[in-house]
């Protein structure tokens, strides 16, 4: 059993920069993939990036593409999300979640889920 905690958001202007940070207690295997998902209001819940735990190949979406960055401390089963370059419309509760079988953007297969964190992205 895999248990995910976030922590790191929080309010911040348009253009500027926040760390996510997820901490994994119990075992992750080589095999598994990590990733980070957000829900706005009213919205589907999106995929954001995602990480093989053992390689550490990164995977992101078009929209966040060359602004945030995945990465994971294997010795600290920590895993991150550096967002530079915040714009309003990153407004969202981010969620990390974990998988066994490798990457995935597909929220479904993901068996492992934290409870969130508030990302506000405003003037």
């Known amino acids: 059993q895999v248990q995910l905690v976030e922590s790191g958001g929080g309010l911040v202007q348009p253009g500027g920069s926040l760390r996510l940070s997820c901490a994994a207690s119990?075992?992750?295997?080589?095999?598994?993939?990590m990733g980070w998902f957000r829900q706005a209001p009213g919205k589907e819940r999106e995929f954001v990036a995602a990480?093989?735990?053992?390689?550490?190949?990164?995977y992101y979406s078009d929209s966040v593409k060359g602004r945030f960055t995945i990465s994971r401390d294997k010795s600290k089963n920590t895993l991150y999300l550096q967002m530079n370059s915040l714009k309003p419309e990153d407004t969202a509760v981010y969620y990390c979640a974990a998988r066994r079988g490798g990457y995935s953007d597909y929220g479904r297969w993901y068996e492992y889920w934290g409870q969130g964190t508030q990302v506000t992205v405003s003037s």
């Open positions: 990480i093989t735990w053992n390689v550490g190949v990164t």
């Open positions: 119990g075992p992750i295997f080589s095999d598994y993939a």
